[in-house]
């Protein structure tokens, strides 16, 4: 049964730094990876999705690389804001149907 | 914003009643998904649907059941809730399998 770890599951930094969020999966035989934010009370929104075949998906301010061989899945944040507070999630894809999602890394960027 | 709106958004219900929760899409997707999410479990797949009258379960199928008679409509009934089914519901669609574009808002259920 495929699991999905985020960690660490809470951040605080300071506005303007760069941070990294980290996902890891047991079962490496997947087919897509999504990243997604939650804002408290809200739905999920989709920030990236990386297909198998890809290394890395990028938006903006936001990168998101997978390394499947490794099960782990990184999300870098550029020059944070406190508008990127939230809750980031990641899942993974292994039978075409199915996401697996982490339990998600609280962020609060601070002024 | 998407087009995707569940009803209610709460609800308080009593134990062993039944409860029937709705999603409505006007993106005309495929592929239809209830989850719901648990601290400690993070979300979790109840049943999803591939097309008009093609469901299947997923991870936490026990206890409900679902409906989709139109594209647009995905239907979850809880045929007699239980206070274990207190958690926050969420549908979500996509035009393929494998991913989700789309989340609603969610709807907070009691049973007390």
């Known amino acids: 049964k495929q699991e999905v770890t985020q960690i660490p599951a809470a951040l605080s930094v300071p506005e303007g730094e760069n941070l990294v969020l980290n996902c890891s999966f047991t079962?490496?035989?997947?087919?897509?990876l999504q990243w997604f934010r939650q804002d408290p009370g809200k739905g999920l929104t989709s920030l990236l999705l990386i297909q198998s075949s890809q290394r890395e998906q990028t938006s903006g301010r936001l990168n998101a690389s997978l390394d499947k061989s490794s099960g782990r899945s990184t999300l870098y944040i550029a020059a944070s804001q406190p508008g990127d507070s939230a809750t980031y999630l990641c899942?993974?894809?292994?039978?075409?149907?199915?996401?697996?999602f982490g339990g998600g890394t609280r962020l609060m960027v601070k002024p | 914003d998407a087009g995707i709106t569940q009803s209610p958004r709460h609800k308080v219900t009593e134990t062993g009643t039944p409860v029937t929760l709705r999603c409505h899409q006007t993106e005309n997707h495929r592929y239809m998904y209830w989850y719901r999410q648990d601290p400690g479990h993070g979300l979790r797949l109840i049943h999803y649907?591939?097309?008009?009258?093609?469901?299947d379960k997923g991870e936490v199928s026990d206890g409900y059941s679902v409906s989709r008679s139109k594209t647009e409509d995905f239907l979850l009934t809880l045929e007699s809730a239980t206070s274990s089914q207190t958690s926050v519901y969420f549908c979500?669609?996509?035009?393929?399998?494998?991913?989700?574009?789309?989340f609603g808002q969610g709807t907070r259920l009691t049973v007390v």
């Open positions: 649907s591939y097309g008009v009258k093609d469901t």
């Open positions: 079962d490496s035989a997947i087919y897509n």
């Open positions: 899942a993974v894809d292994n039978a075409g149907n199915m996401l697996t």
């Open positions: 979500a669609i996509s035009e393929s399998q494998g991913w989700v574009a789309f």
